[in-house]
């Protein structure tokens, strides 16, 4: 059974960066999927940032793009995220799921999520 | 890349069969037979229930199904049941390896 957790600051200054992990087990990363994080502000919908191949290929939102980064640990059978320069609008649950073969979305399996506040 | 439209809100009864609308352009959910559906229950993480318009992942109630017609993507809920009451995102893929959500659709089982 595949299981993700996530990991990180729960809170997060205004222009710093945000930082999460995801352990993933009962499957190796290195073994294929893509993997990915999406995000979900408090009472609203849900807002795609990215994902990764296994193998380290990327793919981010556009409205993200310049601010974000996926990369991927198959030693520690994890992978992580980091958003620069945060500001309020930034403050969501903060998912990370695992995929197809061939994309993300569709996500299949996904953490349970984590709350991060961007406040001073 | 804009959000999809999905209605607010939908209701029906136990028993009854709801149909929850996603509306893109021929940049995305016309373009691609790429479009995913998930459940959300309050406080739990989403639910894939359909993916490549139509087919149901393992384990799915084939109460749900999905389908499209032109920029339009729809999710079918036959057999309404008080479980079924959650908050229902589409999903599409938008080209250049962009994906999209809707608003989101929050469904009453009266």
């Known amino acids: 059974q595949v299981q993700l957790q996530e990991s990180g600051p729960g809170l997060v200054k205004p222009s710093e960066t945000l930082s999460l992990t995801c352990a993933v087990s009962?499957?190796?990363?290195?073994?294929?999927?893509?993997w990915g994080w999406i995000r979900q502000p408090p009472g609203k919908g849900l807002e795609w940032i990215g994902s990764?191949?296994?193998?380290?290929?990327?793919y981010y939102n556009p409205s993200l793009k310049s601010r974000v980064t996926i990369s991927v640990d198959t030693s520690k059978n994890q992978f992580s995220l980091k958003l620069s320069s945060v500001t309020a609008a930034d403050t969501a649950v903060y998912y990370c799921?695992?995929?197809?073969?061939?994309?993300?979305?569709?996500?299949?399996?996904w953490g349970q999520g984590t709350l991060v506040t961007v406040s001073s | 890349q804009s959000a999809l439209t999905q209605p607010a809100s939908v209701s029906g009864s136990p028993g009854q069969s709801i149909t929850i609308s996603c509306t893109g352009t021929?940049?995305?959910?016309?373009?691609?037979?790429?479009v995913s559906w998930y459940q959300q229950h309050p406080g739990k993480a989403p639910k894939l229930m359909i993916y490549?318009?139509?087919k149901r992942p393992s384990g799915v109630s084939n109460r749900f199904s999905g389908s499209k017609s032109g920029n339009t993507a729809s999710l079918t809920i036959s057999g309404l049941q008080a479980e079924d009451e959650a908050d229902y995102y589409c999903?599409?893929?938008?080209?250049?390896?962009?994906?999209?959500f809707g608003g989101g659709t929050k469904l009453t089982v009266l």
């Open positions: 799921a695992r995929g197809s073969r061939y994309q993300l979305p569709p996500a299949l399996y």
């Open positions: 009962g499957y190796s990363i290195s073994s294929g999927y893509y």
């Open positions: 990764i191949y296994h193998s380290g290929s990327t």
């Open positions: 021929s940049s995305d959910v016309g373009g691609y037979n790429y």
């Open positions: 490549d318009v139509s």
């Open positions: 999903c599409s893929y938008a080209g250049s390896s962009s994906w999209v």
